[in-house]
């Protein structure tokens, strides 16, 4: 009944408010943990399949007309920010008690693919947003930080996620911000470079040193407002791809933090750090699908009307196998990201499983975004077709949340520990 309920809404298209509002009216409870953890990977849960339809409509109808606007603009439309919010897409997992969508893992992974389909600039906002920001609040928040950032964070507020700094980026834990203490306050100076959504965030996770002596053991997680005096958003990065999502460096002169605004314990924000971006990742890798994925979905049906030497272009066996060989490297692609997401959900180990994943994804992307474009010729080079967009916007792919290296690095060390027995 319930899924007919919510099925008949999507059909008539009364999402306009969205998830959020047909859990309220139709009484829907998600919940998490529901992915059928022993079927095949690729058959999603009756509320998974929802949570992708849905997504899917909103991108295909909301997103679609912003793309060439906000990619010109570097700047993400307003009031596309506040739609996601009021459609549940930026606290997919926060309860609903905190104003969230109550919902899964597997359901955030799903709705990055689905909106990297159609603007992966979007997916950046949104990926960052469940899987590092909401994340470490709802797993690391005490009780007085969930409910005072919980529901801002599902209903109005972005946040970011502010590691690295213009020295420091692979070697994150070489940071150089301080935080010196004074009473029961601390003192924040440094300068954080890269950061994403920091030209919309309100709440920053900020790393950085109580005691430089204690190496990466001093580095701690503070929560910081945008109005905090001291601190200041600064340059917007002129980036290949990835253009409307802002990216920028801050400043940090003497933010004062009171110590009720530590995440975690003091001298843990490496743990933070390490442990939700080995989670990011796999956000990362359904990024990378939904590009992949997307760039193919423009691309082969105009292989399918293209005709040279009085055939359609996808009826020469080079381009066939070239388009099955690409079509099949999404799909592995999509089941490493998928099953890691739902080793996630299960609590089992996913370390390793996500460094494939991220990387993988990301080698994908590049590849099939390239052929995309030899296939379309000429046409395949304007700005007129979406595929030039597609190849710049993956290019990040293999160096934001760890680089192709540290992630091959990373499964190195697993595989040497596996056989070294
Ligand atoms: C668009 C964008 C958004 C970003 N968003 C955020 C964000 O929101 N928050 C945040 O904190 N950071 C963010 N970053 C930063 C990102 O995580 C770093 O750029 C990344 O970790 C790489 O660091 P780096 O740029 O300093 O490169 P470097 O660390 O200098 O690496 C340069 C090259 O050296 C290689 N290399 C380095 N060390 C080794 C090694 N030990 N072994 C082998 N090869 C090595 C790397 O693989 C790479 O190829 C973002 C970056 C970009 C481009």
Same mark, same amino acid.
């Given at each position: 009944m319930r899924s007919i309920i919510l099925r008949s809404q999507l059909k008539a298209g009364l999402f306009i408010n969205g998830l959020n509002n047909l859990v309220k009216c139709s009484n829907y409870k998600l919940r998490r943990n529901q992915s059928s953890t022993h079927g095949p990977?690729? &058959?999603?849960? $009756?509320? @998974?399949?929802? /949570? *992708? $339809?849905?997504?899917?409509?909103?991108? =295909? @109808? =909301?997103?679609?007309?912003?793309?060439? #606007?906000?990619?010109? $603009?570097?700047? &993400?439309?307003? %009031?596309?920010? *506040? *739609? !996601?919010? %009021?459609?549940?897409?930026?606290?997919? @997992?926060?309860? =609903?008690?905190?104003?969230?969508?109550?919902?899964? /893992?597997?359901?955030?992974?799903?709705?990055? $693919? @689905?909106?990297? #389909?159609?603007?992966?600039?979007?997916?950046? !906002?949104?990926? !960052?947003?469940?899987?590092l920001g909401n994340n470490v609040m &709802?797993?690391?928040?005490?009780? %007085? =930080? *969930?409910?005072k950032y919980l529901p801002r964070l599902a209903q109005n507020t972005v946040s970011s996620f502010c590691l690295s700094e213009p020295s420091s980026g692979s070697d994150a834990f070489a940071l150089k911000t301080t935080a010196k203490k004074d009473g029961d306050h601390y003192y924040i100076n440094g300068t954080k470079m890269w950061i994403s959504n920091s030209d919309i965030a309100g709440i920053f996770y900020v790393f950085a040193n109580v005691d430089i002596s204690k190496g990466h053991k001093g580095v701690t997680c503070f929560i910081v407002e945008r109005d905090q005096e001291g601190f200041s958003v600064a340059k917007k990065e002129d980036k290949l791809g990835m253009k409307a999502s802002g990216t920028c460096v801050l400043h940090f002169d003497n933010v004062k933090v009171h110590k009720d605004n530590i995440i975690g314990k003091i001298g843990e924000g490496y743990k933070i750090a390490i442990n939700f971006l080995n989670e990011g990742r796999i956000g990362i890798g359904a990024q990378m699908v939904g590009i992949a994925q997307g760039c193919l979905d423009h691309t082969i049906p105009y292989t399918l009307e293209r005709k040279q030497f009085g055939s359609s272009i996808f009826d020469f066996q080079s381009m066939q196998h070239q388009i099955a060989r690409a079509v099949t490297e999404v799909e592995t692609a999509r089941l490493m990201v998928y099953n890691t997401a739902r080793l996630v959900e299960a609590d089992l180990p996913f370390i390793k499983e996500a460094a494939m994943a991220k990387y993988y994804a990301s080698e994908v992307a590049g590849k099939v975004t390239s052929v995309c474009i030899d296939w379309m010729g000429g046409v395949g080079f304007t700005t007129d077709y979406p595929q030039e967009k597609f190849y710049r916007d993956c290019k990040v792919g293999p160096i934001y949340e760890g680089t192709t290296n540290m992630q091959l690095t990373t499964i190195a060390k697993f595989i040497k520990k596996e056989y070294e027995k």
């Amino acid at each position: 009944m319930r899924s007919i309920i919510l099925r008949s809404q999507l059909k008539a298209g009364l999402f306009i408010n969205g998830l959020n509002n047909l859990v309220k009216c139709s009484n829907y409870k998600l919940r998490r943990n529901q992915s059928s953890t022993h079927g095949p990977l690729s &058959i999603l849960s $009756e509320d @998974e399949q929802f /949570f *992708k $339809e849905t997504v899917s409509k909103f991108s =295909q @109808e =909301q997103i679609t007309p912003l793309i060439k #606007k906000m990619d010109h $603009e570097h700047k &993400i439309d307003d %009031e596309l920010v *506040k *739609k !996601l919010f %009021e459609n549940g897409f930026m606290g997919i @997992e926060i309860d =609903q008690e905190y104003g969230g969508s109550g919902s899964s /893992f597997m359901s955030s992974t799903l709705t990055v $693919e @689905e909106i990297a #389909k159609v603007d992966p600039s979007v997916s950046v !906002l949104v990926d !960052l947003q469940n899987t590092l920001g909401n994340n470490v609040m &709802i797993k690391m928040g005490n009780k %007085e =930080q *969930k409910e005072k950032y919980l529901p801002r964070l599902a209903q109005n507020t972005v946040s970011s996620f502010c590691l690295s700094e213009p020295s420091s980026g692979s070697d994150a834990f070489a940071l150089k911000t301080t935080a010196k203490k004074d009473g029961d306050h601390y003192y924040i100076n440094g300068t954080k470079m890269w950061i994403s959504n920091s030209d919309i965030a309100g709440i920053f996770y900020v790393f950085a040193n109580v005691d430089i002596s204690k190496g990466h053991k001093g580095v701690t997680c503070f929560i910081v407002e945008r109005d905090q005096e001291g601190f200041s958003v600064a340059k917007k990065e002129d980036k290949l791809g990835m253009k409307a999502s802002g990216t920028c460096v801050l400043h940090f002169d003497n933010v004062k933090v009171h110590k009720d605004n530590i995440i975690g314990k003091i001298g843990e924000g490496y743990k933070i750090a390490i442990n939700f971006l080995n989670e990011g990742r796999i956000g990362i890798g359904a990024q990378m699908v939904g590009i992949a994925q997307g760039c193919l979905d423009h691309t082969i049906p105009y292989t399918l009307e293209r005709k040279q030497f009085g055939s359609s272009i996808f009826d020469f066996q080079s381009m066939q196998h070239q388009i099955a060989r690409a079509v099949t490297e999404v799909e592995t692609a999509r089941l490493m990201v998928y099953n890691t997401a739902r080793l996630v959900e299960a609590d089992l180990p996913f370390i390793k499983e996500a460094a494939m994943a991220k990387y993988y994804a990301s080698e994908v992307a590049g590849k099939v975004t390239s052929v995309c474009i030899d296939w379309m010729g000429g046409v395949g080079f304007t700005t007129d077709y979406p595929q030039e967009k597609f190849y710049r916007d993956c290019k990040v792919g293999p160096i934001y949340e760890g680089t192709t290296n540290m992630q091959l690095t990373t499964i190195a060390k697993f595989i040497k520990k596996e056989y070294e027995k």
